[in-house]
């Protein structure tokens, strides 16, 4: 329950591939997201030129004030000045809006790619134990992708701003005293290896702390939903317990990286005052009073201004170390190999008529693993009625991913009306697929928008959703619900019953009114009584539907012609006279309620 860091930050593929991914480079990866928005980069920019360009103005114009002027000189220098500055501070605004503008959209363009990508990536990332928990994904995809604008922002905020303002501060530091603007060089080397040093243990310590709140994220993702469970077993102590400790490793690790960030600015102020006060003492000497007051002035004020973009510089490189492992961990979920492949010349299947083979398939879900399905071969044809039974863990629900190819079988080919579905386009096959699954999935919106799923980006067909409400025994209770079908549901449909919601989902799957219909123990939450209508329904459907029913229950799998039976991988038909007569015991063993 508790992951380790590891086997949360290890990618899936890493031990199934022969060679692994090549390692993400940082700043070459989201350089591409960066670039698209060169307008209000270059605008940013431009201002920073702007501000640069005022603040070289405002530094001689304040040390005039040190000589002695007349009122009307002291008026029309003040006039100057206050229009320098007030440049600046417009400048320096549209520098930092701009910048962010881009850097927040290139936070957006990453984020929407990366989650394409997980959308992508097929079931076995997700359900199986190497995967990535769907905490640790969803903190990836929000707080991490922050961290990587901030260091979008801190590197465009550096590359030109700040480089502008060293050197034109430099200048202007040389063109005064050369001899003590080559001093205070001389400390850049020092500083920046000082500042290298303590980023890459930053970097480090950001990359622990990255783990530590994601794994708190992957907890809280995985707690909450189960709320009900803690409180009935009395578990609220045991799960705060649980909390505290991993939200202490989180403390402990973001304190070390704030204690590292705010250490670095500290360091390279402290090389610079003590270079500043080097300077004081040293200029009196070196001068010889040839350094009068003023110049002195203009010199200590260029290099206060010296010192802020070399702090930039370096609050970039701060940025930058502790954005590289948001980046490395965001890219790394867009990386991988699929095993379930669309070939390029897959077909589109526009309509079919619902015949299914499985030929000879055999499937296990790890080679570590043994075989769930076993050289099986079924063949219902379309328009016809199959009752799968068996024991719980026996493969049923596998089977049906196979259908959808959420995973590829190790042998066999799996032929709907004929097509090879290696051959067919992943969209167009799953089209032709309705399916009612075993955990009953339902977003938070209304009753329409989940049973009309399907035409969530499009527009919702009430009539076909109240249709599909009353064919799966929906309607009666929807129009009891305060709103009706515009009702919130909450999240996972949590104001629900555990019926009610299975109602729905088997209306969402009639609504898509596709040619196969699937039924995975899809109504073994249902009261004797709905289970009734909603099979009555069932058998409206099997008209013109081919339809797979997993089940349980005996009255379930009576309506169908053919029932199976999966057990050990291979598939076994009963005849109904067995059904009906006096193998009940042996078929109650098989997992089947009678
Ligand atoms: P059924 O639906 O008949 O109850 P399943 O098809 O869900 O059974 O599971 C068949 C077997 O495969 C079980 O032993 C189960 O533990 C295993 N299994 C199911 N899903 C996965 C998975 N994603 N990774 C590894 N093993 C799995
Ligand atoms: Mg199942």
Redesign the pocket.
């Known amino acids: 329950f508790l992951r380790s860091n590891k086997t949360s930050f290890k990618p899936l593929n890493s031990t199934k591939n022969p060679s692994p991914l090549p390692p993400v480079k940082s700043l070459s990866v989201i350089r591409p997201y960066i670039q698209t928005h060169y307008k209000p980069i270059l605008a940013g920019w431009l201002c920073s030129v702007v501000s640069v360009f005022s603040l070289s103005r405002i530094i001689p114009n304040i040390t005039i004030f040190s000589c002695n002027l007349s009122i009307s000189q002291l008026r029309n220098q003040g006039l100057i000045l206050a229009a320098f500055v007030l440049a600046r501070l417009v400048a320096i605004y549209g520098q930092q809006a701009l910048l962010w503008d881009a850097a927040l959209n290139s936070e957006y363009d990453i984020r929407v790619h990366v989650f394409d990508k997980v959308l992508e990536r097929e079931l ?1 990332f997700f ?2 134990g190497s995967g990535v928990p769907a905490g640790d994904i969803a903190y990836r995809i929000t707080a991490e992708a922050d961290d990587v604008a901030d260091t979008v922002y801190a590197l465009l905020n550096t590359i030109v701003p700040s480089a502008l303002q060293l050197s034109a501060m430099a200048a202007q530091m040389l063109v005064i005293s050369p001899g003590l603007s080559l001093i205070s060089a001389m400390m850049i080397p020092s500083t920046a290896f000082v500042i290298a040093y303590l980023g890459e243990r930053l970097r480090k310590i950001s990359k622990k702390s990255s783990l530590t709140i994601a794994n708190l994220s992957a907890y809280l993702n995985e707690i909450l939903p189960a709320i009900l469970f803690v409180k009935a077993n009395n578990a609220e102590r045991c799960e705060s317990a649980r909390f505290q400790r991993l939200a202490h490793s989180d403390l402990s690790e973001c304190l070390k990286k704030k204690k590292m960030k705010a250490l670095i600015p500290q360091i390279v102020q402290f090389i610079y005052f003590g270079a500043l006060f080097i300077f004081c003492a040293g200029s009196l000497v070196v001068s010889g009073g040839s350094f009068d007051g003023s110049r002195m002035v203009s010199f200590i004020t260029s290099l206060v201004f010296l010192i802020e973009p070399i702090q930039g510089v370096g609050k970039a490189y701060n940025e930058l170390k502790q954005g590289e492992p948001a980046i490395e961990r965001l890219f790394d979920l867009t990386r991988f190999r699929s095993k379930v492949i669309e070939k390029p010349d897959a077909v589109n299947l526009d309509c079919i008529s619902g015949d299914v083979k499985f030929c000879n398939i055999s499937f296990k ?2 080679d570590d ?1 043994p075989f ?1 399905l076993d050289k099986l071969n079924l063949h219902i044809k379309a328009g016809e009625t199959v009752a799968l039974v ?1 024991p ?7 089977l049906v991913k196979l259908l959808l190819r959420l995973y590829d079988p190790s042998s066999g080919h799996i032929l709907i009306d004929d097509h090879d579905v290696h051959g067919v386009r992943l969209d167009s096959l799953r089209r032709h697929v309705g399916l009612v699954s ?1 955990d009953i999935t339902l977003f938070s919106g209304t009753v329409t928008e989940n049973i009309g799923y399907m035409d969530l980006m499009k527009k919702i067909d009430m009539e076909r959703v109240e249709l599909a409400a009353q064919s799966a025994n929906a309607d009666e209770f929807i129009r009891t619900l305060p709103q009706g079908y515009e009702t919130h549901i909450g999240p996972r449909g949590s104001s629900l019953s555990g019926g009610q919601r299975q109602r729905l989902a088997i209306a969402r799957a009639l609504y898509k009114n596709s040619s196969i219909l699937i039924l995975d123990e899809a109504t073994s939450a249902l009261d004797s009584r709905s289970e009734l209508l909603v099979r009555e329904a069932v058998e409206r459907l099997m008209e013109n539907h081919t339809v797979l029913v997993i089940a349980h229950r005996l009255e379930t799998v009576m309506m169908a012609k053919r029932v199976l039976l ?1 057990e050990n991988g291979k598939l076994e038909e009963l005849n109904r006279s067995t059904l009906m007569g006096s193998h009940y015991n042996s078929l109650a063993s098989s997992g089947l309620v009678i």
């Open positions: 076995g359900e199986g879900y790890r693993m769930v068996g719980s863990g026996g493969g049923k629900t596998t075993q999966l």
